[in-house]
């Protein structure tokens, strides 16, 4: 990996850039990378994360430092908006401000100079200030970052379950969080195009844990099988997580998920929302056009 970092920039500028994205280097390493990670917790409970590795747990104190942000900006009461509480911009403002030095404390002297590049993704991964919403583009921003992490040789293979049990479902927790108190709208009028409002990878990752269980995916509708296990799988969660901030029958305002529910094998729901993401995230220009591209993810072809 090359010493020589850079401020990320954005390169998908228009649709007919979509074709240079999906030739380029950075899209080729994130569809290997999700899937890899996705692989790597197949039948794995949340609980089965053994010892973290110091790297994991920094990451960890990172999170919890941006959760403890949230006290500092409680949302703006005045406000009379149902969605978007401006205080969140407070909150994202801090997140900028402090983001280089985050990465700082996080890597080792030797790797200070990469800071400026990967603060970039860091900034980007929890949602926009400006129309205070937060999508699919965000989360993928934060897959980037970590992807960041493991190419500059911060993150072992090694850490590979413990990233998406660990790290990625804490900055779920923590996203879920911002979209609860800041009243975040979903990014785009579809949310990922129907799957839920705000995120996409816990029910990929998810998904992937039930695989080589006795349970078939009718189970993620089973209200007491929730309540059980509800800790242990990241499809779970998302589920329940609907649960607490939509009203209404799931079949009405969850199609997606309610018919997934009906296919007999999680290894198909599986190999379904791998395809989905690279159709319906990675292959669409709203969510990809703010994604920025340095040294170490390359705009280049791959």
Known sequence: MSSTYQTPQRQILDPKDMSKWLASSAYGDIVSFVEQLSQGVQGKRVSSVGALSPQVEGIVRLLSRAESWISEYPPDMTA????GNKSFRSWEAKL???AEHLQRDLLPAERHDAAPELAAYLVAAFGNATRIDYGSGHELSFMMWLLCLCKIGFLEPSDSVAIVLTIF???????QQLQRIYKLEP???HGVWGLDDFQFLPFYFGSAQFIGSESTPAVSLDQGFIDREGDEYL?????????E???GPFFEHSRQLYDISGVPRWEKVNQGLGKMYKAEVLGKFPVVQHLVFGSILSFASS
């Open 80 to 83: 009379s908006s149902r969605f």
């Open 96 to 98: 900028q401000q402090q």
């Open 169 to 175: 479902r804490l900055y779920i927790q923590l996203c």
């Open 187 to 189: 990014a785009g009028s």
């Open 235 to 243: 499809y779970l969660q998302g589920i329940r997580f609907i649960g």
């Open 245 to 247: 901030v939509k009203r």
